[in-house]
């Protein structure tokens, strides 16, 4: 899985590629500055088995609509995300302190665990620590009425985050928080690149 975060004298950015991007992309591996702060070899994507996940995402609210049908509507994004025809959430764009990039890649917080929920197998791909994607507080969407694809979100007051209005009169709806991918499409989101992990740190200068 690809994710990359850009830093300097802007909040970092950064992207979350959930398919193989469309462009092959080459990184120079001196551009890239994780190995700094991280041994490469210790860089990995751990895959765990029959996890009996259901108990916390049964904890959690399922929302009525869609992902894409509630957006601008009960939420918002921080940026713009990429979307197949279908509906199904390709690519995340997101605030990513490069601190904050480091801590998550040292403690091993993006994972993939093969669960059952629902009768239905799924791989769980997880964005943040479990503590936090496991909020019953957290909310579930499916993608699309397939319900073969799902993301765990948390909803945020935007204010919070540092998102201020001019005009009073602006609606003010909370922040969707990408927390994780619940999949059952290893076509779409196949699990072999899902669990190469392609970590880049670049500072613009």
Same mark, same amino acid.
């Given at each position: ?11 970092? *950015? ?11 992309? =080459?990184?120079? /591996?001196?551009?890239? &500055? ?14 765990? =088995?029959? =996890? ?7 904890? *959690? ?15 918002? %994004? ?24 480091? %801590? ?10 093969? =669960?059952?929920?629902?009768?239905? &197998? ?5 964005? $943040? ?9 957290? %909310? ?5 009425? /397939? ?9 945020? &007051? ?8 001019? $005009?009073? +009169? ?15 499409? $290893? $076509?779409?989101?196949?699990? &072999?690149?899902?669990? +190469? ?9």
């Amino acid at each position: 899985m690809r994710i990359t975060c850009f830093y300097g004298s802007s909040p970092g *950015m950064g992207y979350i590629y959930l398919n193989p991007p469309a462009v092959e992309q =080459t990184v120079l /591996e001196s551009e890239n &500055e994780l190995s700094k702060h991280i041994i490469p070899d210790q860089i990995s994507i751990q895959y765990i =088995t029959d =996890t009996p996940l259901a108990p916390f995402l049964d904890n *959690m609210t399922v929302a009525t609509n869609n992902f894409n049908a509630d957006y601008e509507k009960n939420y918002d %994004t921080e940026y713009g995300n990429d979307m197949d025809e279908q509906g199904y959430i390709i690519g995340i764009e997101l605030t990513l302190d490069h601190e904050q990039f480091i %801590t998550l890649v040292k403690n091993h917080a993006f994972r993939i665990i093969q =669960t059952e929920w629902r009768n239905k &197998e799924f791989h769980l791909i997880t964005f $943040d620590h479990l503590v936090d994607v496991f909020k019953p507080e957290n %909310t579930i969407y499916r993608l699309t009425d /397939e319900e073969d694809a799902f993301v765990i979100v948390q909803l945020v &007051e935007p204010e919070k985050l540092g998102f201020h209005y001019s $005009d009073e +009169k602006d609606q003010k709806r909370p922040i969707a928080l990408f927390k994780a991918l619940i999949s059952a499409r $290893d $076509d779409i989101y196949p699990l &072999e690149y899902l669990l +190469k992990p392609e970590f880049i740190l670049i500072e613009n200068k």
